[in-house]
């Protein structure tokens, strides 16, 4: 099983920039599989929508929130080995040609160890601060797919679509691998499940801890529901990958986060999930041992 972290991007950690290349250097000589960001702008000081869904609260971590394109290409010129993943960009934020730029360029930086996870968010304050219908964030999502698609694996590009047009242009700077890096969606409800059958490569969950992780009911059902709908499309099921998140609060502890790991592998068949070290880590040392325990506990250091 491979095992990833987050990068030191959010709260007190996203605070000691010029440690992230540390993390992750140090981060891919423990034996970490993969490193990763998520994508906050703001926290409202009075949210309408709480993070999950709960009520009007915001994790305060948040409120300090490093660009996770930087982050990636931090890490990507100081790292060998360890793949780079995004978990999750808001797409709909970002016009999808230049995300497709910098997507490329990441990739190209890492030698071809980019994992695209996209997602569209929850907050509507984030929306209204990037200027963009939160109302419109699956149709914009859905055709930044189509523009991916295209930016990344023709020459020329072109694009005619309801929210954005690309004439015939050349385009030469690709992604590495062939025909353009894994593309990862978020989503828990029926429309976001099915963007996964019949868009991407594979689905990104999460586990919270502790308390109440069910890797049958959280992991292994939603991807067998996702992999039957990919083969009504025509789709070859068995290509489709998940990727688990891990996402502890500040209880939790190293042996519930290497017991989820462990059942996530045994009853969900999870090959590979990466630890978000947010709310458990003071700062980038702690991180650090945090992730070197991790592993120890699951002796794949």
Not at 198 to 222: H, I, N, T
Not at 239 to 267: C, F, M, W, Y
Request: charged letters at 20%.
């Amino acid at each position: 099983m491979r095992i990833g972290f987050t990068l030191p991007q959010f709260g007190a950690q996203a605070l000691q920039t010029t440690d992230v290349t540390r993390f992750a250097r140090e981060a891919e000589a423990l034996g970490a599989a993969s490193l990763w960001v998520g994508d906050r702008l703001l926290t409202a000081v009075s949210p309408s929508v709480g993070y999950g869904g709960s009520g009007d609260t915001v994790p305060e971590e948040f409120r300090t929130a490093a660009d996770p394109f930087v982050w990636l290409a931090a890490a990507a010129a100081v790292t060998d080995r360890v793949l780079l993943g995004s978990n999750v960009l808001n797409a709909p934020w970002y016009p999808p040609a230049l995300l497709a730029r910098q997507l490329a360029s990441i990739d190209r930086l890492s030698g071809g160890r980019l994992l695209v996870g996209l997602g569209t968010g929850w907050s509507p304050e984030e929306y209204q601060a990037a200027g963009v219908p939160m109302n419109e964030r699956g149709a914009r999502l859905d055709e930044c797919l189509d523009i991916l698609e295209a930016w990344w694996t023709r020459d020329p590009v072109e694009h005619k679509g309801s929210r954005w047009t690309i004439p015939p242009s050349h385009v030469q700077l690709k992604p590495v691998g062939s025909p353009r890096p894994p593309v990862y969606l978020a989503g828990f409800a029926p429309r976001a499940v099915q963007r996964v059958a019949l868009r991407a490569d594979g689905w990104l969950p999460v586990a919270a801890l502790p308390g109440g992780f069910d890797p049958a009911a959280s992991v292994a059902e939603p991807m067998a529901r996702i992999r039957a709908e990919a083969r009504r499309a025509g789709r070859a099921p068995e290509e489709l990958d998940v990727i688990l998140r891990v996402n502890p609060s500040s209880q939790a502890t190293v042996d519930d986060i290497a017991d989820a790991l462990k059942r996530a592998h045994g009853e969900a068949g999870v090959e590979h999930a990466f630890v978000d070290l947010m709310y458990l880590a003071r700062d980038v040392d702690h991180a650090l041992q945090v992730g070197a325990q991790v592993l120890e506990a699951l002796g794949t250091r």
